[in-house]
């Protein structure tokens, strides 16, 4: 595999809605003569015609109170949806445990429906990985408890020296749940579209290759009309697709779905460029090898930069937390901090378990990971990160070049 000289270094937002009709049968059951606090089972019974509450409110009688489904699997950062269906509760309360994982409202009110049955589909929106439980109770301390899995983004890494990309699931340090091998040559970075697609760099074959999910197959598409040695790429809100290519020093664009020619070539300023990263304002930043800094260009990009970053050493990675801040990996094995406009000092720099890093990226959770190809690691740490790292990812990494989380 051929190196450059920087390659050198090598060596629930929460919601209620209202569900629509729901009853049948002669009339409410009596009302329960204790107040104390008791919980049952969800009971299953089949309604044609309300697909959301089917499992719930079943016509007569509605005992006590009743959850479908009892237990929801979500992704980080996604959402799921249970139904609650009582007699009594003119409003649910709503308690969630441990705090942090899950979000739902603190009490909802459900619809009165024929018979005196309520009922209420409720949101639960994700925040973090790991498990939680939602208490459901109604007006006569009746209670039902839906558990939650929050299942981590997974994690794709290159592995240049391995030519494939490894993926990992949460919490990344076992092995690897699968590899990428096929139309992988020489890659070095990846990337996903807005659509969940996984795009790979192929360094040796002066393509890109995209897949679909499960992402181990074939490439459904080869890319390859104006591209020169990639190296990296990233995706702007448009969903147009920019690569960096530092064997001729620029930064094409590409609009979907890609293999036509380029709509845009990048120059200015570009001096060895590798790594690519989109801000929240839409502005291009590009770490360029040669030219030992960062610029940073607006939008259509093909203007000066608009701004240049010097305060850096061998900058072969940039990325973005979701306050803004500028992350830099540098080639003295550290990590750099800046905030907007970026160009003055660093505010913070990670070392601890940093060695020689060349790529970086952000978790849902704000967690951020550093591909470390000095010793074939990658740390992941918790904010403010400059700590040691609360996770080392070493399982099948064979010189680790690029990150990525999938959807």
Known sequence: MHFRRSRATIAVVVGAFILGGCGGGAGPASLPTSMSPSVSRPQSVHRVGHPLDANVCTSVPVKRLRVTPDSLTIAQNGSGQFTACTQYSSVYNLTVKPAGIVTV?????????????????????????GTATIT???????????????????????????????????????APVATISNGVNGAFRVAFSAGGNLFVANDARSNITEYAQPYT????????????????????????????????????????????????????????????????????????????????????????????????????????????????ANGNSTVTEYTSPYTGASIATISNGVNLPFDLAFNASGNLFVANVGNNTITEYAPPYTGAPIATISDSLHVPTGLAFGP
Do not use: C, M
């Open 217 to 328: 197959g074939a490439p459904i598409t080869t890319i390859s009309n104006g591209v020169t040695s990639p190296f990296d790429l990233a995706f702007n809100a448009s969903g147009n697709l920019f690569v960096s290519s530092p064997n001729n020093n620029t930064v094409t664009e590409w609009e979907p779905p890609y293999t036509g020619a380029p709509v845009a070539t990048i120059s200015n300023g570009v001096n060895t460029p590798e790594s690519l990263a989109f801000n929240g304002s839409g502005n291009l930043f590009v770490t360029n090898a040669n030219g030992n800094t960062i610029t940073e260009y607006a939008p259509p990009y093909t203007g000066a930069p608009i701004a240049t970053i010097s305060n850096v050493d061998g900058p072969s990675a940039v990325a973005f937390d979701a306050s803004g801040n500028l992350f830099v």
């Open 136 to 174: 459901v109770t109604d007006k006569k301390h009746n209670q039902q408890v839906v558990a939650v899995k929050v299942q981590g983004q997974p994690l794709f890494v290159v592995n240049a020296n391995g030519n494939n990309i490894a993926e990992y699931a949460a919490p990344y340090t076992g």
């Open 105 to 129: 409202p603190a009490n909802v009110t459900p619809t009165v429906h024929r018979h005196g049955i309520k009922a209420v589909t409720i949101t639960v929106t994700a925040v973090a990985a």
